[in-house]
């Protein structure tokens, strides 16, 4: 006989046990049950005086006792959120795939669906998963015919029609979802605002262990079924329920997943709603997620005289009679002498084309549990890695599109670069012929060394004159309308205009000086820069002129004394042009004339003048060397006077003229010289804006996303094969 102790605050002593026992006591109220006393007591005590109280209740009421170590375990079967391994309760040999699917969640939600993801993994966590097929009605009358589908396919016709077939048969009254599953009629469920319950004593799914949603199909719009056929796919295996939202009284939807889905039409209103979904329907199930793993089936009901008639070659249409079905089965109930016409209807119908999608997976027919993996649930966990694939590949292409949509096209590219070509060869054409006109001048023919004497200041103004009015002037003018041509055609829609021209880039790195903020700014436009604008100075105690005689105070600009900012100011609110930024073209070459002007016109004036002094002092010299000759002498050596101030007067003239047109001919190849560089370079700047700038790329953020989200998927796909491998063995 066993005795059965009841539960104190504390574990039991074996003493008191022992002195328990021995007394033979009794209680005097009934003892509560191990279940009733979990529920009242907390979930962390509650498990260990369980273990507690089935090890006393063995004890002999007159047996002796032997006390043996009492132990309290707190056990729990929970899993973090963050966990690694999956939970306890997961059978081993899903357990790497259950624990591939998480991580999939966590790493590619933004492209898994998170339902149908849940779906899987509940289906994981158990040795006989329960599937959930979807009877989808289509069109108004579609949850009517959806419910008497239901009802034909799980009534018993050796029994009497029971009280939730005449449910079935009464259209909704709330206009909720109805949610069918195997248990006692007069077993109550509880209250899901998502869903009636309804439990009925079916074998078909006590059977199958199966379970079925029916509601109507909520479609897309048609436009948007044939721009995106999957979009079908997520509505009929992931169809939306309503519910109401308490804060604000309005409807929301839930997306509530299953496994398999059959869409149902009755009717001609039925065929020509289901018209309106072949093709996309089609489209969308003939791969690996629809009809070839068996996810979705379209159960048309027609009228059918004969079993014979003709169906859908590809397997996803099935027609069937509903009504014919019920008359069939009210026939064999109200006489079994009906069989014959019973079976001769059954057949017609139908039917069993359905119940085969429903219950297509094999089961042990001793434990009722599935043979390895359940063929829907590797259908489902399929269906759901290429439905994520999909998505990540749509990512991919919206990304791409977005940046061709942003980026300027090849055309327009090519026609600018034939431009920039064209432009390239007319300026070095350019600078041949205006250099050599500029050479040939006249003003320019007067620094040759026979009139260096008289036009050595002149050296200057000459030189400039040949950079000022002839280097580059065409070149230049042209370029800017080059550049107006490469701002309209938009490449510099998201840089800021044609300011992205950087107008220190043709100068030498030699030449590159740093300015404050650490960006290269080249000297001559450090030097030549425009004073800035700056408000109007105010004046202190000491005045105006006084910020002249301290350090402390920087001095005023020509700007600041001229007062000219607000003539600045008006210029550029009513025309929009600032007149001392500069111009909205390339500067390089401007630039670089500007560094001739202020390096090589000047060094070439100071060499002209140190020729002209060393020829006049050589000249001086040997001239007062004959005269000295001549007066030491007293007069009989003036040959030979006269023949060293000659010899003198012509070696200095003669090296006068080797020096002065060398470095005439170095300043000119100079200035040819930088005019080449200047251009190459030129073209160099505006060739990478035309072959870089607004040119599109994909975010490395978004590649390094997809790719971590495909790792995930190939890992589950490598789970799943193991699973397949482990069930074959």
């Given at each position: 006989?066993?005795?059965?102790?009841?539960l104190?605050r504390?574990?039991?002593?074996?003493?008191?046990?022992?002195?328990?026992?021995?007394?033979?006591?009794?209680?005097?109220t009934p003892?509560?049950?191990?279940?009733?006393?979990?529920?009242?007591?907390?979930?962390?005590?509650?498990?260990?005086?369980?273990?507690h109280?089935?090890?006393?209740?063995?004890?002999?009421?007159?047996?002796?006792?032997?006390p043996?170590?009492?132990?309290?375990?707190?056990?729990?079967?929970?899993?973090?959120?963050?966990?690694?391994?999956?939970?306890?309760?997961?059978?081993?040999?899903?357990?790497?795939?259950?624990?591939?699917?998480?991580?999939?969640?966590?790493?590619?939600?933004?492209?898994?669906?998170q339902?149908?993801?849940?779906?899987?993994l509940?289906?994981?966590?158990?040795?006989?998963?329960t599937?959930?097929?979807?009877?989808?009605g289509?069109?108004q009358?579609?949850?009517?015919?959806?419910?008497?589908?239901?009802?034909?396919?799980l009534?018993?016709?050796?029994?009497?029609?029971?009280q939730?077939?005449?449910?079935?048969?009464?259209?909704s009254?709330?206009?909720?979802?109805?949610l069918?599953?195997?248990?006692?009629?007069?077993?109550?469920p509880p209250?899901?605002?998502?869903?009636?319950?309804?439990?009925?004593?079916?074998?078909?799914?006590?059977?199958?262990?199966?379970e079925?949603?029916?509601t109507?199909?909520?479609?897309?719009?048609?436009?948007n079924?044939?721009?995106?056929?999957?979009?079908?796919?997520?509505?009929?295996?992931?169809?939306?329920?309503?519910?109401?939202?308490?804060s604000?009284?309005?409807?929301?939807?839930?997306?509530?997943?299953?496994h398999?889905?059959?869409?149902?039409?009755?009717?001609?209103?039925?065929?020509?709603d289901?018209?309106?979904?072949?093709?996309?329907?089609?489209?969308?199930?003939?791969?690996?997620?629809?009809?070839?793993?068996?996810?979705?089936?379209?159960?048309?009901?027609?009228?059918?005289?004969?079993?014979?008639?003709?169906?859908?070659?590809?397997g996803?249409?099935?027609?069937?009679?509903?009504?014919?079905?019920?008359?069939?089965?009210?026939l064999?109930?109200?006489?079994?002498?009906?069989?014959?016409?019973?079976?001769?209807?059954?057949?017609?119908?139908?039917i069993?084309?359905?119940?085969?999608?429903?219950?297509?997976?094999?089961?042990?027919?001793?434990?009722?549990?599935?043979?390895g993996?359940?063929?829907?649930?590797?259908?489902?966990?399929?269906?759901?890695?290429?439905?994520?694939?999909?998505?990540?590949?749509?990512?991919?292409?919206?990304a791409?599109?977005?940046?061709?949509?942003?980026?300027?096209?090849?055309?327009?590219?090519?026609?600018?670069?034939?431009?920039?070509?064209?432009?390239?060869?007319?300026?070095?054409?350019?600078?041949?012929?205006?250099?050599?006109?500029?050479?040939?001048?006249?003003?320019?023919?007067?620094?040759?060394?026979?009139?260096?004497?008289?036009?050595v200041?002149?050296?200057?103004?000459?030189?400039e004159?040949?950079?000022?009015?002839?280097?580059?002037?065409?070149?230049?003018?042209?370029l800017?309308?080059?550049?107006g041509?490469?701002e309209?055609?938009?490449?510099?829609?998201?840089?800021?205009?044609?300011?992205n021209?950087?107008p220190?880039?043709?100068?030498?790195?030699?030449?590159?000086?740093?300015?404050?903020?650490?960006?290269?700014?080249?000297?001559?436009r450090?030097?030549?820069?425009?004073?800035?604008?700056?408000?109007?100075?105010?004046?202190?105690?000491?005045?105006?002129l006084g910020?002249?005689?301290?350090?402390?105070?920087?001095?005023?600009?020509?700007?600041?004394?001229?007062?000219?900012?607000?003539?600045?100011?008006?210029?550029?609110?009513?025309?929009?042009?600032?007149?001392?930024?500069?111009?909205?073209?390339p500067?390089?070459?401007?630039?670089?004339?500007?560094k001739?002007?202020?390096?090589?016109?000047?060094?070439?004036?100071?060499?002209?003048q140190?020729?002209?002094a060393?020829?006049?002092t050589?000249?001086?010299?040997?001239?007062?060397?004959?005269?000295w000759l001549?007066?030491?002498t007293?007069?009989?050596?003036?040959?030979?006077?006269?023949a060293?101030?000659?010899?003198?007067?012509?070696?200095?003239?003669r090296?006068?003229?080797?020096?002065w047109?060398?470095?005439?001919?170095?300043?000119?190849?100079?200035?040819?010289?930088?005019g080449?560089?200047?251009l190459?370079?030129?073209?160099?700047v505006?060739?990478?804006?035309v072959?870089?700038?607004?040119?599109?790329?994909?975010?490395?953020?978004?590649?390094?996303?997809?790719?971590?989200?495909?790792?995930?998927?190939?890992?589950?796909?490598?789970?799943?094969?193991?699973?397949?491998?482990?069930?074959?063995?």
């Amino acid at each position: 006989m066993l005795l059965r102790v009841p539960l104190a605050r504390r574990p039991l002593s074996p003493k008191t046990c022992a002195r328990i026992v021995s007394s033979g006591y009794t209680p005097s109220t009934p003892w509560p049950s191990a279940s009733s006393i979990i529920r009242a007591q907390p979930a962390s005590v509650a498990c260990a005086r369980l273990v507690h109280s089935q090890r006393l209740a063995h004890i002999s009421k007159t047996g002796s006792y032997t006390p043996e170590r009492v132990q309290i375990r707190h056990a729990t079967n929970l899993a973090s959120r963050t966990a690694i391994n999956p939970p306890s309760n997961v059978p081993a040999e899903n357990q790497q795939l259950y624990a591939s699917l998480d991580r999939l969640k966590d790493i590619a939600s933004d492209y898994v669906n998170q339902s149908r993801l849940q779906l899987a993994l509940r289906g994981l966590e158990t040795s006989r998963p329960t599937v959930r097929i979807g009877l989808l009605g289509l069109g108004q009358d579609g949850d009517v015919a959806a419910r008497k589908l239901a009802r034909v396919l799980l009534a018993d016709a050796l029994g009497d029609e029971g009280q939730w077939e005449k449910m079935l048969k009464q259209p909704s009254q709330d206009g909720k979802p109805l949610l069918l599953r195997y248990g006692a009629e007069d077993d109550i469920p509880p209250m899901n605002p998502l869903v009636n319950e309804l439990n009925i004593p079916s074998r078909v799914l006590e059977k199958n262990n199966l379970e079925i949603l029916i509601t109507t199909l909520n479609t897309p719009s048609g436009s948007n079924i044939t721009a995106d056929p999957s979009g079908l796919a997520e509505a009929i295996l992931v169809p939306p329920l309503q519910t109401p939202v308490a804060s604000s009284g309005r409807t929301g939807f839930v997306r509530y997943p299953v496994h398999k889905a059959i869409v149902v039409g009755e009717g001609i209103q039925g065929c020509m709603d289901f018209g309106r979904l072949s093709s996309a329907l089609e489209a969308t199930t003939l791969g690996d997620t629809g009809a070839q793993e068996g996810l979705i089936q379209v159960a048309l009901s027609v009228p059918r005289d004969s079993p014979r008639t003709q169906t859908n070659d590809t397997g996803l249409i099935s027609p069937v009679d509903i009504d014919q079905a019920g008359v069939a089965l009210d026939l064999f109930r109200e006489d079994v002498a009906n069989s014959a016409i019973f079976n001769t209807k059954w057949q017609a119908s139908n039917i069993q084309s359905i119940l085969k999608f429903m219950a297509s997976d094999p089961m042990d027919p001793i434990t009722g549990d599935s043979i390895g993996l359940r063929p829907t649930l590797k259908s489902h966990i399929r269906s759901t890695l290429d439905s994520a694939t999909d998505a990540i590949a749509l990512s991919e292409r919206v990304a791409s599109a977005a940046v061709v949509s942003n980026s300027i096209p090849e055309q327009k590219r090519q026609e600018i670069s034939q431009a920039i070509s064209a432009w390239a060869q007319h300026a070095h054409t350019d600078l041949q012929v205006s250099l050599a006109n500029a050479l040939a001048s006249r003003s320019w023919r007067r620094t040759t060394w026979s009139r260096l004497l008289w036009r050595v200041d002149d050296v200057g103004v000459a030189a400039e004159e040949v950079l000022r009015s002839h280097w580059l002037l065409d070149a230049e003018s042209t370029l800017a309308f080059l550049a107006g041509r490469i701002e309209q055609a938009g490449f510099f829609r998201s840089g800021g205009g044609i300011a992205n021209f950087n107008p220190d880039y043709a100068m030498h790195a030699s030449d590159r000086a740093v300015s404050k903020s650490g960006a290269p700014i080249s000297k001559e436009r450090a030097f030549l820069a425009p004073a800035q604008a700056s408000s109007t100075p105010s004046t202190s105690s000491k005045g105006l002129l006084g910020k002249f005689f301290t350090d402390k105070v920087p001095q005023p600009s020509p700007a600041d004394l001229l007062q000219t900012s607000s003539q600045v100011a008006k210029v550029e609110q009513e025309g929009g042009i600032n007149i001392f930024h500069t111009r909205p073209w390339p500067l390089a070459i401007h630039f670089t004339r500007q560094k001739l002007l202020h390096t090589l016109v000047p060094s070439l004036q100071a060499r002209a003048q140190s020729l002209l002094a060393q020829s006049l002092t050589t000249i001086s010299a040997t001239s007062a060397l004959g005269i000295w000759l001549y007066i030491a002498t007293g007069g009989s050596m003036i040959a030979e006077a006269g023949a060293i101030a000659a010899l003198g007067l012509v070696w200095t003239l003669r090296r006068l003229q080797k020096k002065w047109e060398g470095e005439r001919e170095s300043w000119e190849a100079e200035v040819r010289e930088h005019g080449r560089v200047v251009l190459s370079e030129v073209e160099e700047v505006l060739r990478s804006v035309v072959r870089t700038n607004e040119r599109g790329t994909l975010r490395n953020a978004d590649m390094e996303d997809w790719q971590r989200a495909r790792e995930a998927l190939e890992k589950v796909e490598e789970a799943l094969q193991e699973v397949k491998a482990g069930n074959k063995e």
